[in-house]
């Protein structure tokens, strides 16, 4: 079954704008969440991460917050460029492990 | 530092087939893992090795197979090719696997006839 989940296909957002992907989860027993940005052709990079001890994480222009009542995390994209055109893949993992699960992803578009 | 690289980045196989993928993690990172990524279904977890050991396995039949070997080099294996294993697979590595970012290859794209 699919324990993370990003309902959300694709996104379309003018260039300077925020950009806002969701995410949520169904394991509770998860406490390590990343999102990664896949290129076509290209492995996916890491963007940023979040522990559940934390409900904010910040680095440059992205910003993950983490919800954990509401097991919902959102990544925040301000400004966006037309290089963060992408698909962006949240992940989660639990304590021991050892793999990460993945949504299906998310495709966002900058327009200029 | 180098990153992971995967070995043959392009497969073309025909079902009933067998075929071995290569993975070479960042020198110095002791985990692998292995990724099914297919249209619509984003990455599949198949298979976790640390020190030679696999640690965790994804629901995959047993056709998957996967080994690590001392340089921390990993293959995964696929017997018996089926029209749905048509996919890009992905491994990834990290110094240890929990609570570390993984690192992916470019992958290899395996397509099935």
């Known amino acids: 079954d699919q324990q993370v989940k990003q309902n959300s296909p694709s996104l379309s957002v003018q260039e300077g704008r925020i950009s806002i992907l969701n995410c949520d989860y169904t394991?509770?027993?998860?406490?390590?969440f990343l999102w990664y940005k896949k290129y076509p052709a290209e492995g996916p990079t890491f963007l940023i991460s979040?522990?559940?001890?934390?409900d904010k994480n910040e680095d440059g222009r992205f910003t993950v917050f983490l919800n954990k009542s509401a097991k919902h995390l959102s990544l925040h994209i301000v400004p966006s460029q037309p290089g963060d055109s992408a698909v962006y893949f949240c992940?989660?993992?639990?304590?021991?492990?050892?793999?990460?699960?993945f949504g299906a992803g998310t495709t966002v578009t900058v327009r200029a | 530092k180098a990153g992971v690289t995967q070995t043959p980045r392009y497969l073309i196989k025909t079902r009933g087939q067998q075929v071995t993928l290569s993975c070479s993690p960042i020198s110095g990172h002791r985990s692998v893992s292995w990724y099914q990524q297919t249209p619509g279904q984003g990455l599949q977890f198949l298979f976790e090795y640390f020190s030679e050991t696999q640690r965790n396995k994804g629901n995959f039949p047993g056709r998957f197979s996967g080994r690590q070997f001392s340089n921390s080099r990993s293959e995964m294996n696929v017997s018996t090719l089926e029209l749905g294993d048509s996919a890009l697979y992905l491994c990834a590595s990290s110094f240890e696997g929990f609570g570390n970012e993984q690192y992916f290859g470019p992958g290899t794209r395996l397509t099935v006839t």
């Open positions: 992940a989660a993992s639990a304590i021991n492990d050892y793999k990460l699960s």
């Open positions: 394991n509770s027993m998860f406490d390590y």
């Open positions: 979040i522990s559940s001890i934390k």
